[in-house]
């Protein structure tokens, strides 16, 4: 409540809503009309923090936009978005250009679930190392030499009999 006293003496008394510690920290309303008409030109998130950063504009707490900041923005701010997401990255191929397998395309190349292929290395039936490979970090190649794709093969044989009776027996459920 805000109370007000005139010189005359009256006095008016005011229910105001108090403003939230979040108030603050909220976007300028210059900062969002721009963010509305690049989000209407159909930039994506990222070039849209990248042009508000370049045109000097800041977020209501006075940082540099990232694609978080304009995302979280424009759902505050209730600005629809026209353009679609970005891809993150480029999927990571089944085989290394040096002949190792991933994870996925071992499991692809034995018809078994990515878990089966996982239980093989923790095992020890098939090593594999870690590194990097483009945008993906730590990445799990397995090294298969040819003497052990038939030990490999009677494995995922095994291993796809068991998860048919499994799925027979919850079928007779």
């Known amino acids: 409540m805000v109370r007000v006293q005139w010189q005359s003496g009256a006095v008016t008394e005011l229910m105001v809503p108090r403003p939230s ?5 909220r976007t300028p309303v ?17 070039q849209i923090a990248d042009q508000l950063n370049t045109e000097g504009f800041q977020t209501g707490a006075d940082k540099p936009w990232t694609t978080w900041a304009v995302r979280w923005a424009r759902r ?61 970090k730590n990445v799990c190649w397995l090294t298969i030499h040819p003497d052990q794709k038939g030990v490999l093969n009677s494995r995922a044989a095994k291993s796809r009999k068991r998860s048919a009776a499994l799925k027979r027996g919850r079928a007779k459920q």
């Open 30 to 46: 210059a900062t969002s009309k721009r963010l509305a008409e690049l989000a209407a030109a159909g930039l994506h998130d990222e």
């Open 21 to 25: 510690r979040h108030w603050r920290s």
């Open 76 to 136: 505050k701010e209730q600005i629809k978005k026209t353009a679609p997401d970005l891809p993150r990255r480029h999927p990571l191929p089944d085989r290394h250009p040096d002949g190792r397998y991933s994870i996925a395309g071992t499991a692809k190349l034995f018809d078994v679930s990515d878990e089966v292929v996982r239980r093989w290395i923790k095992q020890g039936i098939v090593s594999a190392d870690r590194e990097s490979y483009g945008t993906h």
